[in-house]
């Protein structure tokens, strides 16, 4: 199962009234998996600053919940210990280590007491071995690529290695990590249609350099 996959949290998915909070998910995949595992009376919401229109659907099921607003913004009151999941993923990248700090922080408060909370963000230390590099040396280099332009934003390439201590210092206990190695691309990944995805997400990224390298040029940072 699909949720199997990207949730690694232990909770009791027949619950009734289960929350579950996607933070930064830009569109419904996430959430859909989520639709599919829990009952109608469950409520899912979906917060992030924008919609990826294409893969949101045309009518939302009753049951969820969407909120426009940023990570760095704060929380609706109600929002406050009222989650059993809190997930995010791959949305820190925009914050230097004491945004990500607090966002972290400001995402936990949102967990019920009992309840999970489960940040993932990519590797971008750039710590690759010589055999990795030796593998994949085109990912490498976009890879470097990404950091150096992360490091030009004044933003932080690190998130994934502190994770745990961004949860510890919010207050979180029984913090477990988990690694995933993706294959990705079109000679690596798994099956034709994850090489064609994947290999359109990494294109989407040189996209994105190039974007971030127009504004250090300019002087403007877009995030
Ligand atoms: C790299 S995408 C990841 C999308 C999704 N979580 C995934 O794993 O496929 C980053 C997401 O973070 C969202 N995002 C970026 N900055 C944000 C902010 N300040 N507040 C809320 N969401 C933000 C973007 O809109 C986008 O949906």
Redesign the pocket.
């Given at each position: 199962m699909l949720w199997a996959a990207i949730s690694h949290f232990p909770i009791d998915y027949l619950y009734p009234a289960l929350r579950v909070l996607a933070?930064?998910?830009?569109d419904w995949r996430?959430l859909e998996n989520m639709a599919a595992m829990v009952p109608d009376t469950a409520t899912l919401v979906w917060?992030?600053?924008?919609a990826?229109a294409v893969l949101m659907p045309s009518s939302l099921p009753p049951n969820m919940n969407l909120v426009r607003?940023?990570?760095?913004e704060p929380w609706p009151a109600g929002f406050h210990q009222s989650f059993d999941v809190v997930s995010q993923?791959?949305?820190l990248?925009?914050c230097d280590s004491n945004t990500a700090q607090a966002v972290a922080c400001a995402l936990f408060s949102l967990v019920k007491p009992g309840g999970w909370i489960q940040l993932l963000e990519c590797d971008h230390s750039g710590g690759f071995t010589a055999e990795q590099r030796l593998c994949c040396p085109r990912t490498a280099e976009l890879c470097d690529l990404v950091v150096s332009s992360m490091n030009a934003m004044g933003k932080s390439n690190q998130h994934c290695r502190d994770l745990k201590g961004y949860l510890r210092a919010a207050g979180a206990i029984d913090i477990v990590k988990t690694i995933m190695v993706l294959p990705v691309g079109a000679s690596k990944a798994l099956t034709t249609e994850l090489q064609a995805s994947t290999t359109q997400d990494l294109l989407s990224v040189v996209d994105d350099l190039r974007e971030v390298n127009q504004s250090v040029q300019s002087g403007k940072f877009r995030?």
């Open positions: 933070s930064g998910p830009a996430w917060a992030d600053t924008e990826n607003k940023s990570i760095t993923r791959m949305t990248e925009a995030i």
